[in-house]
């Protein structure tokens, strides 16, 4: 079956970085675009970026452009999300998630990895 | 950028139907999904391409996308359908989310 299992989360203080990653399995990783997520406590779901299957494409939400890169190991069925300068607004439960074909439904999540920035 | 717009909160009396709109600007031309989120849990996917069931989930929920309004109709309300709900679709490359409507079952 599906799955996807992210890690790297924790504590940071602002200015700080963190790197977060998803290993996805149970499919083939490199079919499917990806995207992480997150969730601020008591918020909504913010996307904050995206990346194509191979790769070559990534988009940012305006809020973490400059400051977040998001990168995939095919061969690994890995995503990363490089996170720096990090601030309090950043924090949060950040979801991996997998789309089912381009841009089509977001059909798979993982359970999450909590980031809190705070001094 | 593309913004959508969800009721905070609907109420809902048990074995009644829920309705949980979406409102965007011509919405009805673009792909809607639904997302079910219960407290301590992911999301999970309910409703795809506006109408569209994934495998597995009840065919009490139904949606529908017309003009500048998504809709998701939950029929014959259980408390297990007490949960949150984002419409969800893409523009400029990236997912948008609306704001999310916390469903109550009385």
């Known amino acids: 079956q599906v799955k996807l299992v992210e890690s790297g989360g924790g504590l940071v203080k602002p200015g700080g970085s963190l790197r977060l990653s998803c290993v996805g399995s149970g499919f083939t990783f490199s079919d499917h675009y990806m995207t992480w997520i997150r969730q601020a406590p008591g918020k909504g779901l913010q996307c904050v970026s995206f990346?194509?299957?191979?790769?070559?494409?990534?988009n940012y939400a305006d809020s973490v452009t400059g400051r977040f890169t998001i990168s995939r190991d095919n061969a690994k069925s890995s995503l990363h999300l490089q996170m720096t300068n990090l601030r309090v607004e950043d924090t949060g439960l950040y979801y991996c998630?997998?789309?089912?074909?381009?841009?089509?439904?977001?059909?798979?999540w993982g359970l999450g990895t909590l980031v809190t920035v705070s001094s | 950028s593309y913004e959508v717009t969800q009721p905070f909160s609907v109420s809902v009396a048990l074995g009644q139907t829920a309705t949980i709109t979406c409102e965007g600007n011509d919405i009805g031309s673009k792909d809607v999904q639904w997302y079910q989120q219960k407290p301590g849990q992911a999301p999970v996917l309910v409703i795809y391409r506006g109408s569209m069931r994934p495998a597995g989930v009840s065919g009490r929920f139904s949606g529908s996308n017309s003009g500048n309004t998504a809709t998701l109709t939950i029929s014959r309300v259980g408390a297990g359908d007490e949960a949150d709900y984002y419409c969800q679709l893409w523009d400029t490359n990236m997912a948008v989310f609306g704001g999310g409507t916390k469903l109550t079952v009385l």
């Open positions: 990346i194509s299957d191979t790769g070559r494409f990534a």
């Open positions: 998630a997998r789309v089912l074909s381009g841009y089509d439904q977001i059909d798979y």
